[in-house]
């Protein structure tokens, strides 16, 4: 029989509202973003460096078929934020060459010049 790979689970799957009220399903495959019904396929995954890139789905309304960068933080008070670095990059590569959103920055520009989003579990 093959050997099976065995993965680290992704740190931050599962539901989630922002602070723009866009609801958001995060799984080791899948990044859901539904008030926007945009949708991201997980390539790859860092929980040491909080970082995820994904293919944006060939739906989606703007940027399709591109890649994204996704950048997490968590604050003082073990609050998880998110940050798109990337949404158009050309490919896997460039998505991952995209320089990591400033963690130190959450409520002001640290994300692309722009706040990062903060994120509330969904019970």
């Known amino acids: 029989f093959p050997w099976t790979a065995l993965m ?27 008030s926007s019904s945009m949708l991201f396929h997980v390539a790859t995954y860092d929980n040491d460096a909080d970082v995820l890139i994904a293919q944006n789905d060939s739906a989606n309304a703007w940027a399709a078929d591109l890649w994204s960068r ?26 991952t060459a995209v320089g990591a959103a400033d963690a130190s920055d959450l409520e002001g520009t640290g994300c692309n010049g722009f706040p990062w ?3 509330t579990v969904v019970e």
């Open 8 to 34: 680290v689970p992704l740190e931050i799957q599962g539901a989630y509202t922002d602070n723009y009220g866009t609801d958001h399903v995060i799984s080791s495959a899948l990044w859901a973003q539904s």
């Open 70 to 95: 996704f950048d997490w933080a968590w604050d003082g008070d073990g609050n998880l934020w998110y940050c798109q670095t990337a949404y158009d990059a050309a490919s896997q590569e460039d998505a």
């Open 117 to 119: 989003s903060s994120m």
